[in-house]
């Protein structure tokens, strides 16, 4: 069965601050990995995913993430956070092409202070 | 474009009473699900569905019953309410490639 670990229930930075939000999968077959933001009373919207190829993905928002196969980890990245950035952020894996079930971490809140 | 919308968008129930909620995508995609979402636990799939007519359970499905008639719909009914499933609920639609696209959430309580 596949899982989603998000080890850390909040992540509180600074703005102007470098933010992480660590995420580790377990899935059989090649993963492809997602990130997700909901904000308060809205339904999920798209980050970045990582299907194959670069380890390094890129998104929205100046979000990125890294794909460490050998620490099955996807952790999300920005450079620089913003107070507008606070959310909740759910990262997500499915077993590859042929897999169709979406699994979801039970996310991370993400608070920047001013 | 609409995306994917869900309709009602909040629901107050009786225990035993049942409802069916909507989603409709205007996408063509393949693919739709159903989630729940309760604080600390994430999104958890109830069901989805692979294409028109097809419908396979998820990590949750017990005390929830799904239907695909139509590609662009995907109706999820709760025949007896319980207290127990009091949460927001979340239709999601992708395709073979992409990521997948939600709705805005339906919350229902269950009293």
């Known amino acids: 069965a596949q899982s989603v670990a998000q080890p850390e229930d909040q992540v509180n930075v600074a703005e102007g601050n470098p933010l992480t939000v660590k995420c580790t999968y377990s899935?059989?077959?090649?993963?492809?990995l997602f990130w997700y933001v909901q904000y308060p009373n809205r339904g999920l919207q798209f980050l970045l995913k990582?299907?194959?190829?670069?380890?390094l993905v890129k998104g929205s928002y100046g979000f990125e993430a890294e794909f460490n196969k050998s620490q099955t980890s996807f952790h999300l990245k920005k450079p620089s956070a913003l107070v507008s950035d606070s959310a909740l952020y759910f990262c997500?894996?499915?077993?590859?092409?042929?897999?169709?079930?979406?699994?979801f971490g039970a996310g991370t809140t993400v608070t920047v202070r001013a | 474009n609409a995306g994917v919308t869900q309709t009602p968008k909040f629901r107050v129930l009786k225990t035993g009473q049942s409802m069916t909620l909507l989603c409709a995508q205007d996408?063509?995609?393949?693919?739709m699900y159903w989630y729940r979402q309760d604080p600390g636990m994430g999104l958890r799939l109830i069901h989805y569905?692979?294409?028109?007519?097809?419908?396979a359970k998820g990590e949750v499905p017990d005390g929830y019953n799904v239907s695909r008639l139509k590609k662009q719909n995907f109706l999820l009914g709760l025949e007896s309410a319980a207290p127990s499933q009091t949460s927001v609920y979340f239709c999601?639609?992708?395709?073979?490639?992409?990521?997948?696209?939600f709705g805005q959430g339906t919350r229902l309580t269950v009293v």
């Open positions: 999601a639609s992708r395709d073979r490639s992409l990521g997948a696209f």
């Open positions: 899935v059989s077959g090649n993963p492809y």
């Open positions: 990582y299907i194959t190829g670069d380890n």
């Open positions: 997500a894996v499915r077993g590859g092409s042929n897999d169709y079930k979406l699994s």
């Open positions: 996408m063509n995609h393949e693919y």
């Open positions: 569905s692979v294409g028109e007519g097809t419908t």
